[in-house]
């Protein structure tokens, strides 16, 4: 049942305005003034609205331009009543943004057709602003999952992929298998014969790979040269050689280039589920282990993965033990990077990087360090030594002059599934005194993939506490944005990958583009990560990006430095 507000103050017009609209089967409610009118627009959001023009006290228009002002209600529908047919009245209430007028005295018929024109007209909008998400959505999805190149998946969907045999792989003893395909030399036919022929080798290549397995079978392009596919489930290693063998037979013939005869040689990996690994990133870098190990030995071969392999595991065991005593040796330490607003030009907060300050390596960055972490568990305590101190260092900035600053804190998947994490966060918050709505966490798409109904759980805690939640690396994932919609969160960050060269990049920008404007209409804020040089920066300001991050503004600093550049209020410039 549609609701509608009459805001009338001659009780006569107001009441056999009610009486029809009853009869109608709307749900009519009333006000006797401007100023109870507007109270109950915002408690109930009515479908639409009717107000006469003359009242005293706040009239018809103050009515209007205040709904107008005001997000929450700016798009109901608003039809003026009025007694003077007066043409300037009628005019100023149109261009103030009415949606139509009625004159006193009017016909039942005159009233209903004017509601029903503008229930009809605010559906086909509705209507088309859905079907536009829509493209908007799948276009997005096309563009992310895709290559454009050669037309092949790519990365994003190996995952689904892998998810969708597993879960009708029912019998124990079969495994997949996870090929990686890397093109010996072609950099260097890249570079003799020319990028555009680089290109059509690389569809050449796609086309035979994608003949070679079957139908159920997934080819995708990984990055330049080098290729991924995910076999459906069989039961021996020695099915996966034969088809390795095939692929190599497929490509091992001329390629006609520009009139010119090409050979080329190639290598493969192979890593198997659930064998190697059990996630599809691991697998991948496992199955490109045995691929470098065959290509040194010779061109057009394949190769299983073995634990053997692992490269850097004794740097990594060197490390290790190294970072179960950091934490007691204070070696840490937390670097701010910059959030800067794009029509302020202003820093509006800050992303706490943590960095790990290795007496005799130096400084090592997280993504060398936070993956071991991950792995033996360390992550917790440095998580929580580092949201401590972004919290005490928050609140400090807070108490000398900065009260409006927020932070971001990045959480890792082991992190996130820790129980008690709302608790432990509210904890921290009160011993520092830092305000919960000071607070954004981070976290990716995959974390939030992991196990959807405890994620959705645990955001909701954390939400109802206050305490913003942003998706990182944006894009980077595995699902479409409006999948993720079921996530309670406020923010999307665009990852630096869609951000660079955004300016020149075709793909890139459409992707980004569409990013903007589906977070938009879904209400979210959107920051771009990773922004290097002026003409990104233009970019992402003429297409309605919120805020910005990256070296153009500010590299990450140690809050003494952050500090400093806060007090030199240093603003954004962007040029047109
Ligand atoms: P992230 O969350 O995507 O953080 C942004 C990274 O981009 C930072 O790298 C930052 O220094 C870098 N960056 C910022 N602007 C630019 C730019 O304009 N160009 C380029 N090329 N890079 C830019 P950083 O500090 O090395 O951190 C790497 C990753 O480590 C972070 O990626 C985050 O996932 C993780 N990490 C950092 N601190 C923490 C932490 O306290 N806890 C957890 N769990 N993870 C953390
Ligand atoms: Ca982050
Ligand atoms: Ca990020």
């Given at each position: 049942m549609k609701k509608i507000l009459v805001i009338e103050d001659e009780e006569f017009i107001r009441y056999n305005l009610m009486e029809l609209l009853d009869a109608e089967d709307f749900d009519a409610r009333a006000a006797e003034n401007g100023v109870i009118g507007l109270q109950l627009v915002r408690e109930e959001i009515p479908d639409l609205i009717l107000c006469d023009v003359m009242m005293p006290e706040l009239d018809g228009y103050a009515v209007l331009s205040a709904l107008r002002s005001d997000p929450l209600t700016a798009t109901i529908p608003f039809i003026f009543i009025t007694a003077r047919a007066d043409k300037n009245d009628l005019r100023k209430g149109m261009q103030m943004g009415a949606d139509d007028y009625l004159t006193k005295p009017f016909t039942r018929a005159e009233l209903l057709g004017a509601i029903a024109t503008r229930f009809k007209k605010q559906q086909a909008m509705e209507e088309r602003y859905n079907s536009t998400l829509k493209q908007a959505n799948s276009r997005l999805n096309r563009l992310i999952h895709y290559d454009s190149l050669t037309g092949l998946p790519n990365r994003l969907i190996l995952r689904e992929r892998l998810n969708q045999f597993l879960s009708k792989t029912t019998e124990s003893s079969q495994i997949v298998p996870i090929f990686f395909l890397d093109l010996n030399r072609f950099s260097s036919i890249n570079d003799t014969l020319g990028p555009s022929c680089g290109d059509s080798l690389l569809k050449e290549v796609a086309r035979l790979l994608s003949g070679v397995v079957s139908p159920e079978d997934t080819v995708a392009r990984l990055n330049a040269d080098q290729f991924a596919l995910i076999l459906s489930p069989i039961h021996h290693q020695r099915e996966a050689a034969h088809i390795a063998e095939a692929l190599l037979d497929a490509l091992s013939q001329s390629f006609l280039l520009n009139g010119q005869q090409v050979f080329i040689t190639s290598s493969i990996g192979i890593a198997f589920y659930p064998k190697d690994a059990r996630d599809i990133d691991t697998l991948i870098q496992l199955a490109e282990t045995a691929m470098s190990h065959g290509k040194n030995r010779r061109g057009n071969s394949y190769q299983y993965y073995t634990s053997?392999?692992?490269?850097?595991s004794k740097d990594d065991r060197a490390l290790e033990s190294a970072l179960y005593k950091s934490l007691s040796r204070n070696e840490f330490e937390v670097y701010y990077q910059p959030l800067v607003n794009l029509q302020t030009r202003q820093i509006v907060g800050a992303e706490a990087l943590v960095r790990w300050k290795h007496p005799e390596l130096g400084m090592i960055s997280p993504g060398s360090f936070i993956p071991l972490a991950e792995a033996n568990g360390l992550i917790i305590p440095i998580g929580e030594w580092v949201l401590k101190t972004a919290a005490k260092q928050t609140k400090l900035w807070h108490r000398s002059g900065f009260p409006w600053l927020r932070v971001s804190i990045n959480l890792s998947c082991r992190q996130f599934s820790q129980p008690g994490l709302s608790e432990k966060i509210v904890e921290v918050l009160a011993a520092t005194g830092l305000e919960p709505q000071a607070i954004e966490l981070e976290l990716t798409e995959s974390i939030l993939m992991q196990d959807v109904p405890s994620a959705i759980a645990t955001l909701g805690q954390l939400q109802a506490k206050g305490i913003k939640i942003a998706i990182d690396d944006f894009g980077t994932g595995y699902c479409s944005l409006s999948y993720l919609k079921q996530f309670p969160f406020t923010t999307l960050k665009i990852d630096r990958c869609f951000v660079r060269n955004i300016a020149n990049d075709a793909t890139n920008s459409a992707i980004t583009t569409a990013i903007i404007q589906m977070a938009h209409d879904l209400n979210l804020e959107v920051i771009a990560e990773g922004v290097e040089t002026e003409d990104e920066l233009a970019f992402l300001y003429q297409h309605g990006c919120d805020i910005m991050q990256g070296f153009l503004f500010s590299r990450p600093l140690p809050a003494i430095e952050f500090e400093q550049l806060l007090r030199t209020e240093k603003c954004l410039t962007i040029k047109n």
């Open positions: 053997q392999m692992q490269v850097g």
